[in-house]
């Protein structure tokens, strides 16, 4: 765990770059705020709006013998610049500088504090016997000295004269106001900025319209009763691939989109997690947005490449009837199953245990993971939350390294049936951990339909390992990069990649970073993943061929091993030659804003569909480009979708599946996870209009009620 000085240096360093990159936006923007938006602004960032009235206000206990100045009496008369010049002060100022003097030369905070600990009695609960706090104004400010002997005080005057190194029940005082000022300065600016830009993609997440719920029951949904076939399995396979390409899109190309991820990823850390002994690491400052940026991107481009390769084995498995090619094809396939498998039980282990479930982990201190992330496990036993919380068992269940994909979908059937006679224990789960299920609960449906059409083997850690071992080392290969990426000119605070070119900026900026570390770009990294696997399967492929060809008598009969790796320096250049070769945006995974061009759907001519009012006023909500886009419940797209012919599959969770009518242009089937609370809104909303003008070539124009 962090000591409060250096979670104060890290404060510190966020205010000075955020005032260094947004300083003149913030004067004009507070400069022309009135009393009543710098309230709002101040009170934004606070628990439950708690902020001291005026500078004596003691109804919030000692915050007012803390940071008296930080009152709404003080900050939010019209024509006063009070927060401006405590914003300059912290943002310009050392620490050390801080402690000695305050605005405008009033008190510092070793004086202010002294002055409550003499006037009001102020004191740390701890006594903290033989242990000094040091103010140097050097990379040493705030450091404690623990356990020293009278001895050694006499030699230490000097410095305890100077008010240098005080008693450490004095200094955590001092270092607590100091933290407390940063903390809320850094929060005020996110607000201010947010205040006062006229310039942000406001495309935010609407609250439920009721006037477009429909009565419609899902108990009246058409249900297509068929036996899966592979080709079935493979339709809705590539719809899968296509939905997370898609999103991938939208991802680089729609900033509400990014900054949901971003926040997703970046309030849901591992170090948020309490250890052994209750503390937890302090994963909130700026440092650690640019990691969730690279981790919202990177977990996007791995899973659209995962299905992305899972659908290119299933189509060769689809068209050929070699015996030995098969063997190899259903190996691998069985060990990237595992692997998707595995990604989206981590991913939805992330957010359980730093949200619905964050009683039931702890984080083990100074471990980490193969990932290089602090290293979390379970500390009760799901069993124990059988009578108490059934969904919570479930869940753990699924979390379990020990659960296999076979195992899981049993605790996935659970899941459903507890959801279906309890249709409000389903709300009970963030938006993030329900969407993260539904992922989960794909693959697991994949694994369990395939099963019976394919002779799957189980999965190997020495055969078929073509793309799951490149995978893993291109893992270990990114994870300095993560760790080494500085996006805080575009992403800090995370609302800034609102801002017109901010999103693009970040992007771009992340793909050359990647590029310059790896020699190419994060897309064609994963892209050169499935050729290369592919590749080298056709290889073998060719070998077994050759060894039983009676004709070439003198030819192997076991599979020739691959060829050497290069070494590190030979990679990287032959990816950047490669690189040079490639035309701009081609590879399916880039993650730079693009411009899309029509679908196949869209190129032919578009079917124009009688639809009721209803059901019109559904898809014009949906595609409807405005800021203002109202939202779709589940029921009321399931009726509309229902009255078009669609027939509707429910498969695991909440995820469905829909079959095309024979009359439709293009009858390919689209699934669908269940939205989280009030249906399809902002950013979902986005995403399920981007996936319905792709797949069948739907848009606003499409639809004649009548």
Same mark, same amino acid.
Request: hydrophobic share 30%; proline share 6%; glycine share 2%.
């Given at each position: 765990m962090a000591d409060t000085y250096e979670v104060l240096r890290d404060l510190h360093n966020d205010l000075k770059h955020k005032y260094k990159q947004h300083g003149p936006a913030l004067t004009s923007f507070w400069r022309s705020f009135d009393s009543r938006q710098r309230a709002r602004c101040i009170k934004a960032g606070a628990v439950e709006g708690g902020v001291l009235k005026h500078r004596n206000d003691t109804a919030l206990g000692n915050v007012c =013998? $803390?940071?008296?100045?930080?009152?709404?009496? &003080?900050?939010?008369?019209?024509?006063? &610049?009070?927060?401006?010049?405590?914003?300059? /002060? *912290?943002a310009t100022h050392t620490l050390g500088e801080q402690y000695a003097q305050g605005v405008d030369g009033g008190l510092g905070d070793y004086a202010l504090i002294d002055a409550m600990m003499r006037m009001r009695n102020l004191r740390h609960v701890d006594p903290y016997t033989n242990e000094m706090t040091l103010f140097f104004d050097d990379d040493k400010y705030g450091i404690c000295y623990k356990g020293l002997v009278k001895d050694a005080f006499a030699g230490l005057e000097p410095a305890m004269r100077a008010g240098l190194l005080l008693p450490r029940s004095t200094g955590e005082l001092i270092l607590i106001r100091q933290t407390y000022l940063m903390q809320v300065l850094n929060i005020?600016?996110?607000?201010?900025?947010?205040?006062? #830009?006229?310039? *942000?993609? @406001?495309?935010?997440?609407? =609250? =439920?319209? &009721?006037a477009t719920t429909l009565t419609t029951a899902v108990s009246t949904l058409a249900i297509k009763p068929a036996k899966a076939s592979l080709p079935d399995i493979l339709a809705t396979?590539?719809?899968?691939?296509?939905?997370?390409?898609?999103?991938?899109?939208?991802?680089?190309?729609?900033? %509400? %989109?990014?900054? /949901?991820? %971003?926040?997703?990823? $970046?309030f849901s850390q591992p170090g948020m997690v309490p250890d052994e002994k209750g503390r937890t690491l302090p994963s909130h400052t700026d440092r650690f947005i640019s990691a969730a940026v690279f981790d919202a991107v990177h977990n996007a481009v791995r899973s659209a490449a995962f299905w992305n390769y899972i659908v290119r084995l299933l189509d060769i498995l689809d068209t050929t009837t070699d015996k030995a090619y098969r063997a190899l094809l259903l190996q691998e396939l069985a060990n990237i199953t595992d692997l998707e498998y595995k990604r989206a039980q981590s991913i939805l282990k992330h957010y359980i245990q730093a949200g619905t479930g964050i009683?039931? $982990? @702890? @984080?083990? #201190?100074? %471990? /980490?993971?193969?990932?290089?992330?602090?290293?979390?496990?379970?500390?009760?036993?799901?069993?124990?939350?059988? @009578?108490?919380?059934?969904?919570?068992?479930?869940?753990?269940?699924?979390?379990?390294?020990?659960?296999?994909? #076979?195992?899981?979908?049993?605790?996935?059937?659970?899941?459903?049936?507890?959801?279906? #006679? /309890?249709?409000?224990?389903?709300?009970?789960?963030?938006? =993030?951990e329900a969407d993260a299920l539904s992922d989960l609960a794909v693959i697991i449906a994949f694994a369990h339909e395939l099963s019976p059409i394919l002779a799957m083997p189980p999965f190997s850690r020495k055969k078929g390992q073509l793309f799951v071992s490149r995978a893993q080392d291109m893992e270990a290969e990114l994870r300095p990069v993560k760790d080494a990426l500085d996006l805080r000119d575009f992403a800090v605070p995370i609302d800034n990649l609102l801002e017109p070119g901010m999103a693009g900026g970040a992007m771009a900026a992340l793909d050359k970073f990647v590029a310059d570390r790896t020699g190419t770009t994060l897309g064609f990294m994963y892209q050169d993943l499935i050729e290369e696997s592919l590749s080298d399967l056709q290889r073998q492929h060719q070998a077994i061929q050759d060894s039983l060809s009676l004709t070439k008598p003198n030819i192997p009969t076991s599979i020739p091993p691959p060829p050497e790796p290069p070494t590190r320096e030979q990679q990287l250049e032959h990816r950047r030659q490669k690189q040079k070769t490639r035309p701009p945006h081609s590879s399916i995974f880039n993650i730079s804003p693009r411009q899309e061009g029509p679908t196949a759907a869209a190129s032919e001519k578009p079917q124009i569909l009688q639809v009721s009012a209803p059901t019109g006023a559904v898809f014009s909500t949906l595609f409807d480009r405005s800021e203002a886009r109202g939202s779709v419940s589940w029921t009321s797209f399931v009726a509309a979708m229902t009255e078009l012919g669609f027939s509707v599959v429910p498969r695991y969770g909440s995820v469905y599946t829909f079959f095309a009518p024979e009359g439709m242009a293009v009858r390919r089937p689209l699934t669908v996870h269940r939205p989280h609370g009030a249906g399809f809104g902002g950013y979902s909303a986005l995403v399920l209009a981007r996936r319905l003008e792709r797949v069948y070539g739907w848009g606003r124009g499409g639809f004649c009620v009548g």
């Open positions: =013998k $803390f940071m008296p100045e930080w009152n709404l009496r &003080d900050l939010t008369e019209s024509n006063s &610049d009070s927060l401006l010049d405590i914003l300059k /002060h *912290r005020v600016i996110e607000d201010i900025l947010d205040e006062g #830009s006229k310039t *942000r993609d @406001r495309k935010n997440r609407p =609250k =439920k319209d &009721d396979t590539k719809d899968q691939a296509s939905a997370l390409e898609q999103y991938l899109g939208l991802l680089s190309s729609e900033p %509400v %989109v990014l900054v /949901h991820d %971003v926040n997703t990823w $970046f009683k039931c $982990f @702890r @984080r083990v #201190s100074n %471990v /980490h993971d193969k990932a290089g992330n602090p290293r979390v496990i379970l500390k009760k036993h799901p069993e124990e939350l059988t @009578r108490a919380d059934p969904q919570l068992h479930y869940i753990l269940r699924l979390c379990q390294p020990e659960t296999t994909p #076979s195992s899981a979908s049993d605790w996935i059937k659970k899941l459903a049936e507890l959801h279906d #006679s /309890h249709p409000a224990e389903r709300e009970k789960l963030a938006e =993030k």
